[in-house]
């Protein structure tokens, strides 16, 4: 009998990060089927640069730190999978593969690779494509376009509400339009009706704390029925605020990476309510209509002090008692 | 007082008691120790007796509470010192595969109750309760509501259950707990002078094939114990104690059951370790029972910043284990924090 010393507990839940990254990339794949169904199938090669850089600068990175490249891994695969859906079906090939090797030898692994990283990966890739190229970043085809494999050029292509509101701007989009994603904008974020089901399905799985987007998503209608953008009433502003740019993709998707959330309800509750403030003021006063992005990573860098405030505040309220 | 009320934090665990829980008990005894009396005349009345003669008893017997290691005399001699009027009778039980405890409750009624009545004369008890655990996952288990006028209380809920026993049984005052084994061993020392030679274990795990509870003589090794219940398979994991806390052994032959060896599991895993790293899930903090953050402190124990545990309450961790058991990535949260939380000795006082 060739018996194993082992720590205990002797029985385990069956849950591995697989399960939790698994399933993240089945809530994204619909947002591509969708993707396919209104710009052709550029949609899936520009997934399949972003996803093939971000696993090949996750493997070099692991290779360069000398650390072991665990297969089973598929957090790169799942950064690699929401960038494209932040960009523009028309947007080049290059600003993909560069964003996506810019999230994982930039923005993660000089931190310590999966788990250790202090900003959200995609986050980071999204902002530097931003950064760098926003003019094919911020141009979006039409849907029922189809978009050629390889000369873009001749897209014609519009701003998005965003953008619109970003001006000052009254925005034109029917709300029902909005909801099933039938208006000009990056690939993924614009089905509003498809996002919240993902998020139904992640929260009954419990991969995502339903909490965090929540809070976020109070934040940002409260911060727009009290300062719209636009001269229209204020339920509009609080609609179009919430169903334009790449807001509630980023609270299903973005915000609730576990490496950069908070691990506390309250400090969950504290840190999406935070991040819906600080994206509206990017909206407000940013140079960019992508304010999400930027608003996470400025708020992933404080995100263990909400979890620091909630313990802080417990054993104080328990010194207080006794 | 809000944090009294709140429902505890925990797992839902899966059972897996049965078969082990419904079969009788069976016994493997040493034939060849001989049988030694206590200096005390045997009776069946407990009339008979003085509070101080049952205490006396217990400590000719010498008779250990399973649950804590400790002699039952020592306990209940406390426990008229300091006027504990109330106790509890632990069958608790709440790791999954171990039901010594509850199996000897629903087959031993008669010495329960006996031992019982004699663990109240001795401490000149107002009130007394059994404590069953009882979740969601083992519904065909049948327990009764009451034995002998005692009332049987099924706490319910998240692993780890003990923890939060005096709140679920509304206990306000002092109270002493005993192990239900140790009663049975009471009765038997009072009603024919037997020493305790022997304990109530469970066998049980994947790799055991007539998975039973056993009453085995100490100082048997576990490869007797194994062969006795039988081994389907060749296990790569034996565990003395609970599932989720007991201690992994290598060597079958020179590990000897002891009184407070409560299981015996024998374990197969096929599936190899993975090298996962934190994911920053928060599962752990969502399930500890004692409020902690256990990836924040495993965390600062592995970057060496032992500065952060007291400020992250670390000495807290009462190694339930719960935070290792969740954990996706499968890292021995519990281990590294109990190592580095204080050994509470006195955890089981039972005095609030």
């Excluded at chain 1, 560069?98 to 923005?107: L, R």
């Excluded at chain 1, 409260?222 to 339920?235: E, G, Q, V």
């Excluded at chain 1, 993709?249 to 309250?266: E, I, Y």
């Excluded at chain 2, 120790?33 to 008979?48: Q, V």
Aim: proline share 5%.
């Amino acid at each position: 009998m060739q018996l194993i010393q082992r720590n205990a507990p002797h029985i385990r839940h069956s849950d591995n990060p697989k399960t939790l990254q698994g399933d993240m990339i089945l809530a994204l794949l619909p947002l591509y089927v969708l993707g396919v169904c209104f710009y052709g199938f550029r949609v899936l090669v520009t997934m399949l640069v972003s996803v093939f850089s971000c696993w090949l600068c996750d493997m070099l990175c692991s290779l360069l730190r000398r650390r072991f490249f665990n297969f089973r891994d598929l957090s790169s695969l799942v950064t690699g999978l929401i960038i494209p859906l932040m960009m523009p079906a028309s947007v080049p090939y290059y600003v993909v593969a560069f964003s996506g090797a810019f999230a994982i030898a930039v923005i993660k692994h000089p931190f310590g690779g999966t788990g250790e990283n202090l900003f959200n990966p995609a986050a980071g890739g999204i902002a530097f494509a931003v950064a760098c190229w926003p003019a094919q970043v911020f141009s979006y085809p039409v849907t029922f376009t189809t978009i050629p494999l390889w000369n873009v050029d001749s897209v014609i292509t519009v701003p998005s509400t965003a953008h619109t509101l970003k001006m000052g701007g009254l925005p034109s989009a029917d709300l029902g339009d909005m909801l099933l994603g039938l208006v000009a904008g990056p690939v993924g974020t614009v089905s509003i009706l498809v996002l919240l089901a993902c998020l139904i399905y992640l929260s009954v799985r419990r991969t995502i704390p339903l909490l965090q987007p929540l809070c976020f998503l109070i934040a940002v209608a409260l911060m727009a029925y009290a300062f719209p953008r636009a001269d229209i009433s204020r339920t509009y502003s609080v609609l179009y605020e919430m169903m334009s740019g790449s807001l509630v993709f980023g609270a299903v998707f973005m915000l609730n990476d576990p490496v950069t959330s908070p691990k506390r309800p309250a400090s969950r509750a504290m840190y999406g309510f935070a991040v819906g403030v600080v994206t509206m003021l990017f909206r407000y006063f940013g140079a960019f209509d992508h304010g999400f992005a930027f608003a996470l990573l400025l708020m992933n860098a404080l995100s263990e002090e909400f979890d620091y405030v909630i313990v802080r505040m417990a054993s104080g309220r328990k010194g207080g008692a006794a | 007082m809000d944090m009294q009320n709140r429902p505890h934090k925990g797992v839902y665990l899966q059972q897996f008691k049965e078969p082990a829980l419904s079969r009788e008990i069976r016994t493997f005894l040493n034939a060849s120790a001989s049988e030694t009396l206590i200096e005390h005349p045997a009776t069946k009345e407990l009339d008979d007796l003085t509070a101080w003669e049952i205490v006396d008893i217990a400590r000719q017997a010498g008779i250990v509470d399973e649950r804590d290691g400790r002699p039952l005399y020592q306990k209940l001699q406390r426990a008229r010192d300091k006027e504990i009027r109330a106790v509890v009778i632990d069958a608790m039980d709440d790791e999954p595969f171990v039901s010594s405890q509850l199996g000897v409750l629903l087959h031993m009624r008669d010495s329960v109750s006996f031992g019982l009545k004699a663990v109240r004369k001795a401490v000149e008890a107002e009130s007394s309760v059994i404590a069953v655990y009882k979740n969601l996952t083992d519904a065909e288990t049948r327990i009764p509501g009451s034995i002998d006028g005692v009332r049987v209380a099924r706490i319910g809920g998240k692993y780890p259950a003990e923890l939060h026993l005096s709140r679920e049984l509304g206990l306000r005052k002092a109270y002493i707990t005993v192990g239900v084994c140790a009663l049975v061993f009471l009765a038997r020392a009072i009603i024919s002078g037997q020493m305790q030679k022997s304990c109530f274990i469970t066998v049980a795990g994947n790799c055991i094939a007539n998975p039973t509870n056993l009453e085995v003589s100490l100082g048997m090794n576990l490869s007797m114990v194994l062969e006795r219940c039988g081994l389907a398979d060749n296990p790569t994991r034996v565990v003395i104690g609970g599932s989720m806390t007991g201690i992994s052994i290598m060597d079958t032959d020179k590990t000897l059951i002891s009184p407070t060896t409560r299981a015996v599991l024998a374990f197969r895993e096929d599936e190899k370790e993975r090298n996962y790293t934190c994911i920053g899930c928060g599962r752990c903090t969502a399930v500890c029972p004692q409020d902690l953050d256990p990836m924040f402190i495993y965390r600062a124990v592995k970057n060496r910043r032992l500065s952060m545990l007291g400020f992250l309450k670390a000495e807290k961790c009462v190694g339930c284990g719960t935070c290792s058991y969740v954990c996706p990535s499968k890292l021995p949260l519990s281990t590294v924090i109990s190592k580095y939380s204080k050994p509470d000795g006195e955890e089981d006082e039972a005095c609030n």
